[in-house]
């Protein structure tokens, strides 16, 4: 009797982790990754969708317009004058690019580490270094 209980309890779990484990919500300021076992197989768009429980998953990536602020950036004038710059970048990741941003990088963060702080970096050293001071 017990371990029929018991059975019943347990298979009634795995139902309801099934039932609530297949589905998704994505806002409509984000798109998400499909990831099936960790490799990226597609990209879900916003609102309600579907996916295998435990062997699919998503990963929400945002597509709102963020401003990145670097606060002493150094870089000197062309007349050799140090100088600390605040500068501050604006972007956002291409709704269309999100499974390729999510492929290479993982994160937005990581991305804007790895790539657009060194551009910014140099691009700020070369055109400050045109001006005096």
Known sequence: MNRAIIGAAVAGLVILAIIFGSW?????AERGVLLRTGAVIGTAQPGLGFKVPFIDS?????VKTITYSWDKMNSYSFDQQ?????????????PEKVAELYAKFGRLETAVNQVVSPAVNQQVKIVFGRYTA
């Open 24 to 28: 998704y919500t994505i806002d409509q």
């Open 82 to 94: 140090p100088a600390d710059l605040k500068i501050s970048v604006t972007l956002r990741a291409a």
């Open 58 to 62: 998503v990963e929400k990536v945002s």
